[in-house]
Structures are given as structure tokens and as C-alpha cells.
């Protein structure tokens, strides 16, 4: 019974101590003569640095191959991986320089001059899209609607008027003029010096008379922030450039994956469909396994070498680090 008890113990504590990841002493057994206690060490977990240098120690693998093993299965960047590609024939440097500058992020300014040099648009149609996508004040904007004829050139001026912030000063004059300042009347000058919106103002000079409710909803239209997509839909519609030409603008600038970048590379003419077939095997995320299936592959280790370090490297459970 003595005996049972101490197991039931000694199994409670191993699990605390696999928690707790500490060193203890197991109470795992008696003999028939006497007590005695057996010290158990629960490993840590080995990362794979450690794996290898078991191996080396135990002459499974040399120190060389497995410094190629800690290579292979060190994470690579695409600038490394494609020139692993250089270096073992699978594409020329010039190949990787063009594709480096295919895959890398243009603004739009470099993608619009590239439209210009194949031909798709004109240096004038680039200067008319710039233009119109470069964000304007609205000074400039309510100029546009006097030479268009929405409005006149006295409505401007009428309109710039009104709103152009005013200091107080010049709005108590106005009450003072008009005998409307007086101590009951405060409100009234709160509400004349209250700082109102560019909505607000003009919706007094349609109130007035001075604009119409059509002109109103023209100059709010001219005046609105407008997204790249409206602002060239807005040169198709006067002509400046086609709806095909606004097509091709549009694809040309719409953020592309490393699949199309290099599928572009391909059609061009800069790399075959084998190279970029290779290209995406390189760049393709790799797990431990096909990393030592091209150790071996390449006669770096042997097969047997690579049986044995993905055996000293899978996961383990508890049974295994007693």
C-alpha cells in the first residue's frame, strides 16, 4: 500500500515539475529491504543549434555539414534567394537586376512616366492627368467654375467675401452700425461672432440672393475632396484621355503581387516561364524537411544524415525528455 501511494506521489510531482520546469527528487521506488529515492532531470526542450552539435559530438554529421544544415534552414530574404538563383546559373545577373526592379514599389509619378514611354499616353495627356490629380485650393477651384461659366466673376468675388474669416472688430461694427448692440442683446453678438462653415456661408448667400440653389451645389461639387479615381474619370468626360487609356492607367497603377510582377517579366521578354517557374520554387516559404531534402540532393549530407537530424529535431513530449 506504502509502495502505491509513493508512486501516486511521484507521478503528482513530475507533473508539477514539468510545469514549473525544475529539477526534483522522485520518490519512484522501493526494494523490499529498504526505501531509496532516484533523482530524475527533466530536459529542456533542445533548439536546433543544440540538435546539431549532438550529432557532431556523436560523429552522425561533420561540423561542416552542419553549418550547411544551420544555412539551409536559416529563414532567406528574396534578395538572398534570388541570388542563390544567380549563383547557380538559374537566371543572369542582368535577369535578377530587372526583375529586383520589377518587384520593387513605384510611386505614381515613375508609373505614369512609364505609360508615356510605351506609348500607351502622351507627355501632354501625363501632364493633363498630373494636373488634375495634384490636390487644389479652393480659390483655384472656384476660379475653374468662373472660366466654365457656372458662375460670374462678381459671384466670385461675392463668394470669396464670404468666406474669409472676420475678426470680431468688424463684426461688432456691423451691430454697432445697426444699433443692435445693446446688454440684452448679447446673444445676438455671440451668434454674429460664432465662427461658421464654409456650408454655412454659402448657404447665407443662396439665402440672400447672392448665388443660386443650382450654383450652390455646383461650387459644394467643385470644392469637395475627389478621390485619383474620380479625378481621371473626370478627364475621360472632357476628352483629355480615352476610357481605354484610362483603363490602362488605372492597371498600370493598381498595387501588383510577386505572381504578376513576374508574369509581366515573362511576356516582355526578360526571363523564360522556366525561369520564373524557378523563381517562384526559390521564394516559395520552405519547412525543415525540404530544406535537408536539398542538403541531400546536393550531396551535402546523406540521406541517412538527414533521417537522423530530422529525428533529433521533431517535437518531442514529456515521455521523451526524462
Known amino acids: 500500500m506504502l509502495k502505491r501511494n509513493l508512486k501516486i506521489i511521484g507521478s503528482l510531482v513530475i507533473l508539477v515539475s514539468l510545469c514549473t520546469g525544475v529539477t526534483i527528487v522522485n520518490a519512484a521506488s522501493i526494494s523490499n529491504d529498504a526505501a531509496s529515492t532516484q533523482n530524475i532531470d527533466i530536459k529542456a526542450p533542445?533548439?536546433?543549434?543544440?540538435?546539431?552539435?549532438?550529432?557532431?559530438?556523436?560523429?552522425?554529421?561533420?561540423?561542416?555539414?552542419?553549418?550547411?544544415?544551420?544555412?539551409?534552414?536559416?529563414?532567406?530574404?528574396?534578395?538572398?534567394?534570388?541570388?542563390?538563383?544567380?549563383?547557380?546559373?538559374?537566371?543572369?545577373?542582368?535577369?535578377?537586376?530587372?526583375?529586383?526592379?520589377?518587384?520593387?514599389?513605384?510611386?505614381?509619378?515613375?508609373?505614369?512616366?512609364?505609360?508615356?514611354?510605351?506609348?500607351?499616353?502622351?507627355?501632354?495627356?501625363?501632364?493633363?492627368?498630373?494636373?488634375?490629380?495634384?490636390?487644389?485650393d479652393p480659390k483655384e477651384q472656384l476660379t475653374f467654375l468662373v472660366s466654365d461659366g457656372t458662375i460670374t466673376s462678381e459671384q466670385l468675388a461675392a463668394i470669396e467675401a464670404a468666406i474669409t474669416p472676420k475678426d470680431p472688430k468688424e463684426q461688432f461694427a456691423s451691430l454697432v452700425s445697426d444699433k443692435a448692440i445693446t446688454s440684452g442683446q448679447s446673444a445676438t453678438i455671440e451668434a454674429a461672432i460664432a465662427p461658421k462653415g464654409p456650408k454655412e456661408q454659402l448657404a447665407s448667400l443662396v439665402s440672400d440672393g447672392t448665388i443660386t440653389s443650382e450654383q450652390l451645389a455646383a461650387i459644394e461639387t467643385a470644392i469637395a475632396p475627389k478621390g485619383?479615381?474620380?479625378?481621371?474619370?473626370?478627364?475621360?468626360?472632357?476628352?483629355?484621355?480615352?476610357?481605354?487609356?484610362?483603363?490602362?492607367?488605372?492597371?498600370?497603377?493598381?498595387?501588383?503581387?510577386?505572381?504578376?510582377?513576374?508574369?509581366?517579366?515573362?511576356?516582355?521578354?526578360?526571363?523564360?516561364?522556366?525561369?520564373?517557374?524557378?523563381?517562384?520554387?526559390?521564394?516559395?516559404?520552405?519547412?525543415?524537411?525540404?530544406?535537408?531534402?536539398?542538403?541531400?540532393?546536393?550531396?551535402?549530407?546523406?540521406?541517412?544524415?538527414?533521417?537522423?537530424?530530422?529525428?533529433?529535431?521533431?517535437?518531442?513530449?514529456?515521455?521523451?525528455?526524462?
Open 228 to 322: 485619383p479615381k474620380e479625378q481621371l474619370a473626370s478627364l475621360v468626360s472632357d476628352g483629355t484621355i480615352t476610357s481605354e487609356q484610362l483603363a490602362a492607367i488605372e492597371t498600370a497603377t493598381a498595387p501588383k503581387g510577386p505572381k504578376e510582377q513576374l508574369a509581366s517579366l515573362v511576356s516582355n521578354g526578360t526571363i523564360t516561364s522556366e525561369q520564373s517557374a524557378a523563381i517562384e520554387a526559390a521564394t516559395a516559404p520552405k519547412g525543415p524537411k525540404e530544406q535537408l531534402a536539398s542538403l541531400v540532393s546536393n550531396g551535402t549530407i546523406t540521406s541517412e544524415q538527414s533521417a537522423a537530424i530530422e529525428a533529433a529535431i521533431a517535437p518531442k513530449g514529456p515521455k521523451d525528455l526524462i
Open 46 to 136: 533542445k533548439d536546433i543549434t543544440e540538435h546539431l552539435e549532438s550529432l557532431v559530438s556523436d560523429g552522425t554529421i561533420t561540423s561542416e555539414q552542419s553549418a550547411a544544415i544551420e544555412a539551409a534552414i536559416t529563414p532567406k530574404g528574396p534578395k538572398e534567394q534570388f541570388a542563390s538563383l544567380v549563383s547557380d546559373e538559374a537566371i543572369t545577373s542582368k535577369q535578377l537586376a530587372a526583375i529586383e526592379a520589377a518587384i520593387t514599389p513605384k510611386d505614381p509619378k515613375e508609373q505614369f512616366a512609364s505609360l508615356v514611354s510605351d506609348g500607351t499616353i502622351t507627355s501632354e495627356q501625363l501632364a493633363a492627368i498630373e494636373a488634375s490629380i495634384t490636390p487644389k
